[in-house]
């Protein structure tokens, strides 16, 4: 978790992220302790969340929204897009973007919207920076291109490492997790199928 000082100081995207939680868990009625018990956090961890005063991990999100039953991304959704272009193009400075992980990890969507049968992504990695230390599994296939830098990738506990130009495949059910393997940023291009988030 990544904490600030104080509630002015709050990061812009922690708090709309915030607000959406602590909306939706409203809406279903449900406490702070409701939903920190079933995603196995302490209340003071959400309510922090709640107030955009933390930054949780992308798999402490997934528990919160499995508990509210709410697609990961909704919760970064910016405005609908209008016009022509929507649901076809995403131009560079309106991709709908996300950091997590004590903000070393930053994604960026590359297809229209949070629809269809697979998810584009980009996503920049600061050096030390993780999907987090424990492997996770789902279903679907995932595949990807290291564009610069140097990334771990952890399937079945068998660790590979790839550099630039270097790409990969595997079934998403299979334990899995990725990290920077190096001292300077790295950036890739990674597809899901279904979406993840």
């Known amino acids: 978790m990544d904490g600030v000082s104080g509630e002015n100081g709050a990061d812009p995207y922690d708090r709309r992220v915030g607000q959406r939680i602590r909306e939706r868990r409203k809406a279903r009625r449900m406490t702070l302790e409701d939903v920190a018990s079933a995603c196995g956090i302490s209340t003071a961890q959400l309510s922090m969340i709640e107030r955009g005063l933390a930054s949780p991990s992308v798999k402490g999100l997934r528990e919160i929204c499995r508990t509210l ?3 990961l991304l909704w919760l970064f959704e910016e405005e609908a897009d209008r016009g022509p272009e929507a ?3 995403v131009r560079r400075h309106r991709r709908k973007h996300f950091d997590l992980a004590q903000k070393k990890m930053h994604k960026e969507l590359l297809t229209p919207d949070f629809s269809g049968r697979l998810q584009f992504l980009w996503i920049e990695m600061q050096p030390g920076s993780s999907s987090g230390p424990d492997p ?3 279903d679907g296939e995932e595949t990807g291109l290291v564009l610069e830098g140097r990334m771990s990738l952890v399937v079945d506990g068998a660790e590979f490492i790839l550099d630039e ?3 990969f495949r595997f ?3 299979r334990p ?3 990290s920077n393997a190096g001292d300077t940023l790295c950036k890739v291009i990674w597809v899901c199928t279904p979406p993840f988030y």
């Open 69 to 71: 039953d709410i697609n």
């Open 87 to 89: 649901g076809l193009i």
């Open 136 to 138: 996770y599994a789902h």
């Open 165 to 167: 130009g270097d790409s």
């Open 171 to 173: 079934e998403s059910h």
């Open 176 to 178: 899995h997790r990725f």
